[in-house]
């Protein structure tokens, strides 16, 4: 047994709220708790993120020509049509060209706040032999 687990993935940005309305509504997460510079949500598959308030924080680019260790979300789907939509709806902006060079699998984005995301296309299920 681990003497501790994943709590929760801490997001700082400069607004908190912005970033907490992009990903209950992207995520459709419930809200668990806010604070003055915190809110909490918990995803149907039990990740828990929070954006922080940090009036100092810069968004994080990608890519980084240094090649730095920084953290982005991975989010994963079956079709590309909804969740570009979605994202760019909610305040998402893609971080790259629809036709850049690179594996069509994966789409580069930031959330309103300026954090990197990735959606990364999950290839359907080979059917069943024999």
Not at 40 to 53: F, K, N, Q, S
Not at 56 to 84: C, I, K, M, V
Request: glycine share 6%.
């Amino acid at each position: 047994m681990p003497l501790v687990t994943v709590g929760v993935v801490v997001l700082d940005c400069a607004e908190p709220e912005r970033l907490a309305r992009f990903c209950k509504e992207f995520l459709e997460a419930e809200e668990t708790e806010e604070s003055a510079n915190r809110v909490e949500l918990r995803t149907g598959d039990g990740i828990r993120l929070a954006p922080r308030r940090d009036t100092d924080a810069t968004p994080p680019g990608r890519p980084r020509p240094e090649n730095s260790l920084q953290a982005h979300l991975d989010f994963a789907w079956r079709t590309w049509t909804r969740p570009n939509a979605a994202s760019v709806s909610l305040g998402g902006r893609p971080t790259e060209a629809e036709d850049a060079p690179g594996p069509s699998e994966e789409r580069a984005f930031a959330d309103p706040t300026g954090h990197s995301f990735t959606l990364r296309r999950i290839p359907p299920p080979a059917p069943k032999r024999g």
